[in-house]
């Protein structure tokens, strides 16, 4: 999973910061070198020559369904990626996933995707996971593009922020549903007031607020 690698990868990152203010030079070596082998393991399974990294590997496969769980290895403070990089993902997740209610589960490109939360449980239980959009993930999204794109991103965050506001004049009034229909009208669907959807939300609010 592309994700876990990626946090793997923040972790050991962490622990030699950590291990280098307590001057623990022989365990700051330690992680440091266990980051590099990381970092280079992550580049040559994950990394395609899309620009964009596969959701997840195993053996010989690689999902290469663009789905929004690379955002975390540009969101996280140290990413195993160079800016270039950290861009090329940005710029695909922009493109394919962002919508007016968060972030898409999958790319309208990806096989069988299912926009609208409707039909038996099962497919109702497939389209949470191949189309569905979540608030949620606004909160990584938002830091990352911030980390790319710096005070030029700005623009497009408040937009972004914007439009999740006007979302909360719907359903629960003046506030965020667990997740949502992809496609327009947006109807909510889960948990009304889900913590996780406001709470980084409103961390992402507070990122941008920073920038100003």
Not at 24 to 39: D, G, N, S, W
Not at 118 to 135: I, L, V
Not at 203 to 210: C, F, G, H, T, V
Request: aromatic share 16%; net charge negative; proline share 4%.
């Amino acid at each position: 999973l592309v994700e876990f690698n990626a946090l793997w990868y923040n972790a050991l990152k962490f622990a030699e910061e950590v291990a280098v203010a307590t001057n623990k030079e022989v365990l700051a070596t330690k992680y440091e070198e266990k980051a590099l082998k990381v970092q280079q393991s992550f580049i040559e399974t994950f990394l395609n020559d899309a620009g964009y990294l596969y959701d997840y590997v195993d053996g010989t496969y690689a999902d290469r369904n663009v789905r929004p769980n690379m955002i975390f290895a540009v969101s996280v403070d140290y990413s195993p990626l160079d800016r270039r990089q950290k861009k090329s993902v940005v710029d695909f997740v922009t493109k394919e996933l962002l919508t007016p209610v968060g972030m898409r589960s999958l790319s309208p490109k990806g096989y069988n995707y299912h926009p609208r939360y409707t039909g038996t449980g099962e497919e109702k239980e497939y389209a949470y996971f191949n189309g569905c959009a979540f608030p949620w993930l606004i909160g990584a999204y938002i830091e990352a593009y911030l980390k790319v794109f710096s005070m030029s991103g700005l623009s497009l965050a408040d937009r972004v922020m914007i439009e999740l506001e006007d979302q909360m004049q719907n359903d629960c009034i003046g506030t965020l549903s667990e997740f949502y229909d992809s496609s327009p009208p947006f109807y909510a669907h889960g948990g009304y007031s889900f913590a996780m959807s406001v709470s980084e939300t409103l961390r992402a609010k507070r990122l941008i607020k920073s920038f100003g």
